[in-house]
């Protein structure tokens, strides 16, 4: 193979795994994106797969459906907005290259309703979002003084467009087995799409190495259960098994199509959760214990079979505390912690900024006219510095850099019971 060869087909790779990874910039480790609720997230997710303050609790953890005793309509936007710093930028030709920064702003809509067959059943319908991002650096990304006038900058390769938008569709239905013990479950259908650009560092007509498009839809499914020891405490555990998605489009890398389609598998999901309410009390403490399998992403390849980047990525957890204060029949106070891990390993790249993140959530609900309710979450996600490096030819470090990723997240939910 030719330098010229390799060169493209290892910008191909990176470009690619940037599609697929990108989206943890918007809120989680990964590219997983927790942002089901604006309840939720006035908590950090802490004891979501059991609370059940409204219908989003399904897209945690079906079995809990059970626990309303009406029929359940809830929907809102989370709104995040995302702060990525690429700095200490070396390229291995010496050219200069100027620190980077790039901020965007997504909003990511849900909406849910749980229709209460009988005291035993329960039937649920969701829409929602477990994985996005609008990650754009401009055209003069890495581009220090004195760069060389006409020539694109570099830094752009591992930079550039990657926009991904992802919709969950679920179905659901829950058993109330006893007194105590509920299970549930449903089908879920993701349709994901995504666009990718970017530059080979020369000038037009080779200034384009990747441009793709690409669409697709996999269906998953998910268990659950719940356990009641008494009114005062409960217990829940969810399974989210995710499909790997085939997207179809157009793979194009230097002028040629490589291929008609890229598969992107996506990981499952194992989450606990427990409520207590003090006895005589306002207050609430809950919590969740989350694995994530990030370990499928050994390798991103095309639907002919050929292995565009070896990943390698790590399975990883998130851990939330949280606490819920009824301050009377009207107000709802909430705040949470959560520790959520990076799924990156010894792989890392400029376009993932990944590390372990911290999350300090607050919120509140206000409920009025007995039967309506509306919930205000805010967080402040706190990532860390990395080391990060790129290659072209395997053993040759090409760029290095040290990324960091933080975000706000906003949200507002309106529910309805009847």
Do not use: C
Not at 14 to 23: G, H
Not at 114 to 126: F, K, T, Y
Not at 128 to 148: E, I
Not at 383 to 400: A, C, F, H, R
């Amino acid at each position: 193979m030719t330098t010229s060869r390799l060169y493209k087909k290892t910008l191909l790779a990176v470009a690619v795994s940037s599609l697929t990874f990108a989206s943890q910039q918007a809120a989680a480790a990964g590219f997983q994106l927790n942002s089901q609720s604006a309840t939720g997230l006035g908590r950090a997710f802490a004891g979501d797969a059991v609370i059940a303050d409204n219908a989003s609790v399904m897209a945690r953890n079906a079995a809990a459906m059970t626990l309303f005793d009406s029929h359940q309509f809830s929907g809102g936007v989370n709104y995040i907005k995302t702060n990525i710093d690429v700095k200490d930028i070396n390229y291995i030709t010496g050219a200069p290259v100027a620190d980077a920064n790039n901020s965007s702003g997504t909003p990511v809509p849900n909406i849910y309703y749980i229709h209460r067959l009988n005291d035993q059943w329960a039937l649920g319908a969701g829409i929602y979002s477990n994985f996005g991002t609008n990650n754009n650096f401009d055209d003069n990304f890495g581009a220090g003084s004195g760069f060389p006038a006409g020539q694109i900058p570099a830094a752009t390769v591992f930079g550039g467009t990657t926009e991904i938008s992802s919709i969950n569709y679920t179905l659901n239905a829950a058993y109330r087995v006893n007194e105590q013990w509920s299970i549930g479950g449903g089908i879920d259908i993701v349709q994901g799409s995504g666009k990718l650009v970017r530059k080979t560092g020369f000038p037009a007509p080779v200034d384009t190495a990747v441009d793709i498009e690409a669409d697709g839809v996999g269906v998953g499914f998910n268990l659950g259960t719940v356990f009641e020891l008494n009114e005062n405490n409960r217990f829940g555990l969810g399974y989210h098994y995710s499909p790997e998605i085939e997207a179809k489009g157009d793979v194009f890398y230097s002028g040629d199509l490589t291929a008609d389609s890229i598969k992107l598998p996506l990981p499952s999901m194992l989450e606990f959760s427990g409520y207590h309410k003090i006895q005589d009390s306002k207050f609430a403490v809950h919590y969740s214990l989350q694995w994530i399998g990030w370990s499928v992403f050994d390798k991103i390849e095309t639907n002919n079979g050929v292995t565009v980047k070896d990943y390698e990525w790590q399975d990883g957890y998130h851990v939330a505390i949280g606490g819920t204060y009824y301050l009377n029949d009207a107000w709802t106070l909430r705040a949470g912690y959560m520790y959520d891990t990076a799924a990156q390993d010894k792989l890392t790249s400029i376009s993932v900024p990944d590390s372990d993140r911290q999350w300090l959530s607050a919120g509140f609900g206000y409920n009025f006219k007995q039967h309506h309710t509306i919930d205000f979450g805010f967080t402040y996600l706190m990532g860390k510095d990395v080391n990060v490096s790129e290659t072209i030819v395997p053993g040759v470090e090409m760029l290095t850099a040290t990324t960091r990723a933080d975000a706000i997240l906003a949200g507002i939910q309106y529910s309805y019971s009847f």
